[in-house]
């Protein structure tokens, strides 16, 4: 498989340096045009037809991209991109992981894997630490980031759980109306143990890590009640806490940020642990092999 690393501090350079009438387009059809495909897929356009309507645009700004006017953080975020090597650090990354997938006979349902990285809006992702990704497509994977101290040394680790996900959906279909919470733990909690297996448990983002025990043990009892629970927006409740579910619109369930990708971990780590299995044996498992074989979702 083929990796192709989008030189996107050599478009930022140029971006940030543009008239302001040119940056929009310049955003769309050089920054995000390699990703076409991937955007058609989730049903975001390049462009809208219609003024001001949805589009790539509207659409990186409500997941945490840097807006294209805000020259001056955008500015400093570039050059920490280039002082941390962060393309390297990519093109390390996926080296390194598409070399697991070749020792454990795993494969990517595409013929090129495609990476960006792009600068992330840090109010947007104040939870998140200024980091997060998506690579819930085969053959695609985008990381924004705002660099700062706590992110820097975890981009590998973000990088490799956007890669679990090519993997596990290359396997797996992924039913966006129908997804259920039970489908979405597991998801996100074997992304997350293939990125301890290959970075460390101290690596791991700040969805599974800053969780107090009482509060995880809270978030399990909650969560195993609604297993079943149907439908992107009732399951986004469950995954990623009442704040966000709030800003969303969607209705919030009593638990705190990203309470389902910490349970989802616990669980597949649970699983792994108990059963003797490695990440590379757990991806392969279906979702209810998973829950119904670890200690912790029982009821």
């Given at each position: ?6 030189n996107t501090i050599e478009h930022y350079e140029r ?116 980091y997060c990704g998506f690579g819930g497509i085969p ?112 209705q919030p369930v009593g638990l705190s940020p990203f ?41």
């Amino acid at each position: 498989m083929n990796i192709v690393i989008e030189n996107t501090i050599e478009h930022y350079e140029r971006l940030l340096s543009m008239k302001e009438e040119d940056k929009e387009n310049y955003f769309r059809y050089s920054m995000m045009k390699p990703f076409e495909k991937m955007w058609n897929i989730i049903n975001v356009p390049l462009k809208a037809q219609l003024t001001n309507g949805y589009d790539v645009l509207m659409a990186t700004k409500m997941l945490g991209y840097l807006d294209v006017s805000e020259i001056e953080i955008g500015r400093v975020a570039l050059e920490n991109l280039r002082e941390m090597q962060a393309l390297q650090t990519a093109h390390n990354t996926l080296s390194k992981c598409l070399g697991f997938n070749q020792q454990h006979n795993l494969k990517i349902d595409a013929v090129e894997l495609k990476f960006g990285l792009y600068i992330a809006n840090p109010k947007k992702l104040e939870l998140q630490k200024g980091y997060c990704g998506f690579g819930g497509i085969p053959g695609f994977i985008q990381v924004t980031i705002f660099p700062n101290s706590y992110n820097i040394p975890k981009l590998p680790a973000v990088i490799a759980h956007e890669f679990h996900h090519n993997i596990r959906f290359s396997y797996f279909d992924w039913d966006h109306g129908n997804v259920t919470v039970g489908d979405y733990l597991i998801v996100e909690g074997l992304a997350e143990s293939f990125a301890k297996e290959l970075y460390g448990e101290e690596l791991l983002g700040p969805w599974v890590t800053s969780f107090e025990e009482d509060d995880l043990q809270y978030s399990i009892e909650v969560i195993k009640d609604a297993l079943n629970v149907k439908g992107f927006a009732e399951v986004s409740s469950y995954m990623f806490g009442d704040k966000i579910a709030i800003e969303q619109g969607y209705q919030p369930v009593g638990l705190s940020p990203f309470a389902g990708y910490a349970v989802g971990y616990q669980a597949v780590q649970s699983f792994m642990k108990k059963n003797s299995v490695g990440i590379g044996e757990a991806t392969l498992l279906d979702t209810d092999e998973i829950i119904s074989n670890c200690d912790l979702l029982s009821k």
